[in-house]
Nanobody
């Protein structure tokens, strides 16, 4: 059973930064998704086992995904945050680099990120 534990959410002012962390029980493709109230869960970023990355256009240049396989941890560094980044952020485990929710089999419990204007 894959276990995912997220941390690092909180409240920040627009323009600020937060770093989310997700620990996982084995090496896989790791993705971050987010879901705002009343909206579909959407792709944010993903990190492949060998270092490849993928980003949603809405966060490219502001967010950065990285991983420390020795610590079984994936990070999402979020800079220049905007109110529209407010959402519950989920990390997820997949078997290949993808932007589709359906390609991720295991999900964390989510962590709230709130960006105030």
């Amino acid at each position: 059973q894959v276990q995912l534990v997220e941390s690092g959410g909180g409240v920040v002012q627009a323009g600020g930064s937060l770093r989310l962390s997700c620990t996982f029980s084995s090496s896989y493709v790791m993705g971050w998704f987010r879901q705002a109230p009343g909206k579909e869960r959407e792709f944010v970023a993903a990190s492949g086992i060998s270092g490849g990355t993928s980003y949603a256009d809405s966060v490219k240049g502001r967010f950065s995904i990285s991983r420390d396989n020795a610590k079984n941890t994936v990070y999402l560094q979020m800079n220049s945050l905007k109110p529209e980044d407010t959402a519950v952020y989920y990390c997820a485990v997949g078997s290949f680099l993808s932007r589709r929710k359906a390609d991720y089999a295991y999900w964390g419990q989510g962590t709230q990120v709130t960006v105030s204007s």
